[in-house]
């Protein structure tokens, strides 16, 4: 949903968008910036330590699965021998993978600041 305020007055340091022109340094002219623009700068390495947060859950996803599927029989044979099971566990395990390529290269790119 949206809030609508009218006549209310927020102070410079809450608004995510003000815009003040920066001092022009040697060579270069005055910036417009804005605090969201700052704050994000500050989110890249955040998200690539949350995409390892979830890369360590599915990790540990995956270990259980991998265990309990071992451990359960049915059929006098353990339900990781079954098919279904199996290429199951194998697609868990080829998403994680595909996320650890993700997350490595996201961490790679967070290193220079012209690819992140």
Same mark, same amino acid.
């Not at 305020?5 to 927020?10: I, L």
């Not at 500050?42 to 995409?51: D, H, K, Q």
């Not at 290429?87 to 290193?111: D, P, W």
């Given at each position: 949903?949206?809030?609508?305020? =009218? #006549?209310?007055?927020?102070?410079? +340091? #809450?608004?995510?968008?003000?815009?003040?022109?920066?001092? !022009?340094? +040697?060579? =270069?002219?005055?910036?417009?910036?804005?605090?969201?623009?700052?704050?994000?700068?500050?989110?890249?390495?955040?998200?690539? %330590?949350?995409?390892?947060?979830?890369?360590?859950?599915?990790?540990?996803?995956?270990?259980?699965?991998?265990?309990?599927?071992?451990?359960?029989?049915?059929?006098?044979?353990?339900?990781?021998?079954?098919?279904?099971?199996?290429?199951?566990?194998? +697609?868990?395990?080829?998403?994680?993978?595909?996320?650890? %390529?993700?997350?490595?290269? !996201?961490?790679? #790119?967070?290193? #220079?600041?012209?690819?992140?």
């Amino acid at each position: 949903g949206h809030l609508l305020f =009218t #006549n209310v007055k927020v102070p410079k +340091e #809450n608004l995510l968008f003000y815009r003040e022109l920066k001092p !022009a340094t +040697e060579g =270069t002219q005055r910036k417009r910036t804005s605090a969201i623009s700052s704050m994000q700068q500050f989110l890249g390495p955040e998200r690539v %330590a949350m995409s390892l947060q979830a890369l360590a859950v599915a990790k540990r996803a995956i270990e259980i699965a991998v265990k309990y599927s071992q451990e359960r029989v049915q059929f006098k044979k353990p339900i990781s021998e079954f098919e279904g099971i199996s290429f199951k566990v194998a +697609e868990m395990i080829a998403h994680f993978e595909a996320g650890k %390529a993700l997350y490595e290269k !996201a961490a790679k #790119n967070s290193q #220079n600041p012209a690819l992140a």
